[in-house]
């Protein structure tokens, strides 16, 4: 994971590139409003049946550790945890917000495609003000299941160094 922290040039050329972040963008609004509207039980829909899913701080990535605070193996483990903060939620109502920066696709190979999106994760308190919850950026490896895009790996690493104790949703 080093590595992929460290800035690496992209394979593709422009117009590929182009066409491939209108993809993975388009990708992105259906995953992003589907969190967004707390509809946490769709989110396996996103992911390919041998995914992985893990959200770990800059520190650990850097570190190769594979530590992370949300580790997911496999599509049964990440619909156990969308089962489990659907329906156990432990923590204050809140309302969530993807802001998502500007994705560089850095590889194509076959049906697969790496890519990095910046992004920043609000969270408004029903009775409280929006803050940053989670602030990073998402390493994927996506792969092609007909016409549309799964995730194959999703790391979010991020930057953020406090974090709120109800970090338990999926960025």
Known sequence: MK???AYTRSTILPRRAADLRAEIDSFHVEYCAALD???IERWPEF???????RITSRQNALLGMPVGLIYCEGLDMITD??????HSQMFAPRHI????GITRVLEET?????SQTPFILMQTLVEGPSTVHLAGIYHDRFV???ERLLIAS????HDTEILDTALAYPA
């Open 154 to 157: 999703r790391e979010v690493v």
């Open 3 to 5: 590595e992929r922290l």
């Open 97 to 100: 917000l993807h802001v998502l």
């Open 110 to 114: 076959g049906d697969t495609i790496s």
């Open 81 to 86: 945890r969308a089962l489990a903060v659907a």
């Open 47 to 53: 992911f390919s049946k041998d995914a992985s899913y």
């Open 37 to 39: 509207a707390n509809d």
């Open 144 to 146: 092609r299941d007909g």
